[in-house]
């Protein structure tokens, strides 16, 4: 199971957007999904529309163990082969700095719980987990950092691009030193782009100047058709436009490029390559 945490230093630049898009990029290829919603907004978990849980991944942030887990994991209204760990209100409380650090790496255990644990009849294994972060460097955010084998920074277009996903990189950067050395970036992958908007171009070769092939080579576009797909809580492959057909293969483009490095990564890490880093990945 390949883990990616989706975040940005900002609010509303498109995190869910990115982990629902995803998501459904997953179901498309056949593969059995997990959305880990870490945002106390719970935007996620509602666009996915699992049935009502006993417990949430508040309960499994204090207590990783596989009977809480299952109390806090549902299937999608998406499909069967993609579940949730859901959200709530009081996550926010986990996110305040404070002198427990006890929580930081219990999401870590528990996607270790389901890792290990042997699929239900008919069940598969997990390929992917999405964690959906939520907009800020926070606890809730380093607990994904933790977590996750890659990190997806999302941006937009815009004149803060660039300095905010500099300071994401750095607090991957930091994580990968400390606690989680498997921690890739995958990149950046800009939201929101205005084909038809110099500005937007000229941000985009900004950022492309300053991290390279890290840059997602497509962006996604600013389209209607994303926030009607999630106001009718659909999977983006599943809503009929053209502008919803051109998004969906995006992000099969950047899921498809997430596991390969992934894969990449395990051979690097077999073949005991020293250089495994967390710099943009070039390759
Ligand atoms: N490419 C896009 N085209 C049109 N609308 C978009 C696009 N990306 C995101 N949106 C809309 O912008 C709003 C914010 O997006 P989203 O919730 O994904 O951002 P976020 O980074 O997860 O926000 P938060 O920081 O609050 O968690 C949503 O209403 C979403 O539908
Ligand atoms: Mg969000």
Redesign the pocket.
């Known amino acids: 199971m390949h883990t990616v945490a989706v975040l940005?230093l900002?609010?509303?630049?498109?995190?869910?957007?990115?982990?629902?898009g995803l998501a459904s990029a997953a179901l498309r290829r056949g593969s059995r999904a997990l959305v880990a919603d870490l945002?106390p907004?719970g935007?996620a978990t509602a666009t996915l529309n699992p049935p009502m849980t006993e417990s949430t991944l508040t309960a499994v942030l204090d207590t990783p163990r596989e009977a809480v887990i299952d109390r806090a994991l549902a299937p999608s209204g998406w499909s069967p082969e993609l579940d949730v760990f859901v959200s709530s209100e009081d996550l926010e409380l986990l996110n305040e700095p404070g002198p427990d650090a006890r929580r930081m790496d219990n999401l870590a255990r528990a996607l270790d719980v389901l890792r290990e644990r042997p699929p239900a009849v008919d069940d598969r294994p997990y390929e992917i987990a999405i964690l959906?972060c939520?907009?800020s460097l926070g606890r809730l955010t380093r607990s994904a950092l933790l977590a996750a084998d890659s990190a997806l920074l999302?941006t937009e277009p815009t004149m803060y691009a660039v300095s905010g996903a500099e300071r994401a990189f750095e607090a991957i950067e930091s994580v990968r030193r400390g606690p989680n050395p498997r921690l890739r970036s995958a990149g950046v992958l800009v939201?929101?782009?205005r084909p038809r908007s110099y500005e937007h171009h000229y941000r985009v070769e900004e950022l492309r100047e300053t991290f390279g092939r890290a840059v997602m080579p497509t962006a996604?576009?600013?389209?209607?058709?994303?926030?009607q797909a999630?106001g009718a809580c659909l999977p983006i492959h599943e809503w009929r436009s053209p502008g919803a057909h051109e998004?969906s293969l995006t992000f099969n483009m950047v899921l498809a490029k997430i596991l390969r490095s992934s894969r990449a990564g395990r051979h690097r890490i077999l073949g005991g390559d020293p250089e495994q880093h967390a710099q943009p990945d070039s390759a």
């Open positions: 940005s900002k609010g509303g630049v498109g995190k869910t957007t990115v982990a629902l945002d907004q935007n959906d939520p907009p999302v939201n929101r782009l996604i576009p600013d389209q209607l058709a994303i926030q999630q998004i």
